[in-house]
C-alpha cells in the first residue's frame, strides 16, 4: 500500500510540476510555443496523468527489479532522473522533421529533466530496498 500511495503522489506532483512549467514557459516563452499547438481538453489532462501513472508504474517496477543495485538514495534517484530524460529526449526526437523550434524543444527537455530529477527523489523515499547494508 506505500509503494501505490508512493505511485499515486509521485504521479500528482509529476503531473502538476509539467503543468505548472508548461504555464510558467508558455508565458515567457510566448515567441517560442508552436503555432500549431491546440487548447488542452479535460480528455487530454486525464489521458496525460493516466499515462504519466503508466510511465512511472514501469519504471518503478523496473527498479525494484534491479533494487540490489540501486542501494543508495542517490542511485535510484540518477536511475530515474536517466531513464525518464532518456523518454523525454525520445518523445522530442521529432525536432529535426517538425515545425517545432529546437529552442521550445531544448526548453520541454530541460523542464521535463527537472520534473524526472523532483519525480526520482519522491519515489525514492518510498521504494526502499530491503537487503542488508543498503539505505
Known amino acids: 500500500m506505500k509503494v501505490f500511495f508512493g505511485l499515486l503522489l509521485t504521479t500528482l506532483v509529476n503531473f502538476t510540476c ?37 510511465v512511472i508504474l514501469m519504471l518503478t517496477w523496473i527498479m525494484l527489479r534491479v533494487m540490489s543495485m540501486l542501494d ?4 535510484r534517484i540518477l536511475f530515474i532522473f536517466l531513464l525518464g530524460s532518456s523518454f523525454t529526449i525520445y518523445n522530442e526526437v521529432d525536432i529535426f522533421w517538425s515545425d517545432n523550434s529546437l529552442t ?23 521504494v ?3 537487503h542488508l547494508g543498503a539505505l
Open 18 to 54: 509539467g503543468l505548472t512549467g508548461f504555464y510558467i514557459a508558455s508565458t515567457f516563452l510566448i515567441s517560442f510555443i508552436p503555432q500549431h499547438q491546440t487548447a488542452i481538453t479535460t480528455y487530454g489532462y486525464l489521458w496525460s496523468f493516466l499515462l504519466k501513472f503508466m
Open 72 to 75: 543508495t538514495p542517490k542511485k
Open 104 to 126: 521550445w524543444s531544448l526548453v520541454i527537455i530541460i523542464g521535463e529533466s527537472i520534473n524526472w530529477l523532483i519525480t526520482g527523489y519522491l519515489l525514492s523515499k518510498f
Open 128 to 130: 526502499k530496498p530491503k
